[in-house]
Nanobody, 125 residues
Framework: QVQLVESGGGLVQAGDSLRLSCAASGRTFSTYAMGWFRQAPGKEREFVAAITWSIGTTTYADSVKGRFTISKENAKNMVYLQMNSLKPEDTAVYYC??????????????????WGQGTQVTVSS
């Protein structure tokens, strides 16, 4: 069983930066894929970024590519999402997710096994 806890959300202005953190607890994450998703009111949960726990390969949604960076610290069981040049359309609840035994990237929420409770990010104009 894995538990994920997000932190770092808040209210910022357009152009500002935020760093989200995901603290993961469990036996091991060596085969896991870790993902960040977001969900705005009235919209579906959408993929933001993902990283493999073992080697750190990354992938991003087109909407955040070049602005967001996903990273990890294996020794601390932490995953991060550095968000730069934030836009009002980035406003959403951001969720950390994990999938066991990954062999590729996964982009659908239904493909992940564990979820955090979410952290609110609000970007004003």
């Amino acid at each position: 069983q894995v538990q994920l806890v997000e932190s770092g959300g808040g209210l910022v202005q357009a152009g500002d930066s935020l760093r989200l953190s995901c603290a993961a607890s469990g036996r091991t994450f060596s085969t896991y894929a870790m993902g960040w998703f977001r969900q705005a009111p009235g919209k579906e949960r959408e993929f933001v970024a993902a990283i493999t726990w073992s080697i750190g390969t990354t992938t991003y949604a087109d909407s955040v590519k070049g602005r967001f960076t996903i990273s990890k610290e294996n020794a601390k069981n932490m995953v991060y999402l550095q968000m730069n040049s934030l836009k009002p359309e980035d406003t959403a609840v951001y969720y950390c997710a994990a999938r066991k035994y990954s062999s590729t990237y996964y982009y659908s929420p239904g493909e992940y096994d564990y979820w955090g409770q979410g952290t609110q990010v609000t970007v004003s104009s």
